[in-house]
């Protein structure tokens, strides 16, 4: 199958600080990108969908100003977690779509923890 | 609104068979997924269905009925790796994807 990076896997940062997540689809276009967070033994809760080159659209109750999404080109989409706070610790899995009925290639996860 | 039910848990025994259903309610259907999760790792995918019936892989199978909003994914051999949670996913009619909230499968020796 496809394969989609995220970097970091793990990462530790002060509170009030920034964080920026990549992800990487290595070897196809990514039309849509998705990102999403999870909670200890709960699924996976969307936080946003973007499409190339436009802004991305989040799910009711995301802080569009306080998670960024840039999807800048085909390959790369980055989620910033501004400001982080230890509310923000979580798992955020990033997703990509090669079309609109296509499975989901998920990237390896970001452990956040803000201390 | 839309739902998608699954089990919460399920323990099964090395080398039996388990059947995971999922029943589902959204706004349109355009495919339904299986994914595995292992506890701290990202989901891996397994199967789609768009068309009823029952979708062979390996030690791996799926069905569906569209008519009835019902999937199982069906695991046989059992083996301890098996051991993660079984998410259910479907695209509703925006190509949007909606999310079970998993089954944790136990498999005890």
């Known amino acids: 199958g496809a394969v989609v990076s995220q970097h970091p896997s793990r990462v530790i940062c002060k509170s009030g600080t920034s964080v920026k997540i990549e992800c990487r689809s290595l070897?196809?276009?990514?039309?849509?990108m998705f990102w999403y967070r999870q909670f200890p033994k709960k699924s996976l809760m969307l936080m946003a969908t973007?499409?190339?080159?436009?802004?991305?659209?989040?799910e009711q109750g995301v802080e569009k100003d306080k998670f960024l999404i840039n999807h800048a080109s085909l390959t790369l989409s980055t989620l910033t977690v501004t400001s982080a706070h230890p509310e923000d610790s979580s798992f955020y899995i990033c997703?990509?779509?090669?079309?609109?009925?296509?499975?989901?290639?998920f990237g390896q996860g970001t452990r956040l923890t803000v201390v | 609104g839309q739902n998608i039910d699954q089990p919460t848990e399920m323990t099964a025994t090395e080398g039996a068979i388990v059947q995971i259903n999922c029943t589902y309610r959204t706004s349109g259907f355009n495919g339904l997924f299986w994914y595995q999760q292992h506890a701290g790792e990202a989901p891996t995918f397994l199967s789609y269905n768009v068309l009823d019936g029952l979708e062979e892989k390996g030690r791996f199978s799926s069905f569906l009925s569209r008519s009835k909003g019902y999937s199982y994914l069906l695991l046989k051999e059992l083996q301890m790796k098996d051991s993660a949670s079984y998410l259910c996913a479907v695209v509703d009619s925006n190509y949007q994807l909606i999310w079970g909230a998993g089954t944790k499968l136990i498999i005890k020796p």
């Open positions: 973007s499409n190339e080159g436009s802004k991305a659209t989040y």
């Open positions: 997703s990509a779509r090669q079309g609109e009925i296509t499975e989901a290639f």
């Open positions: 070897d196809f276009q990514a039309t849509t």
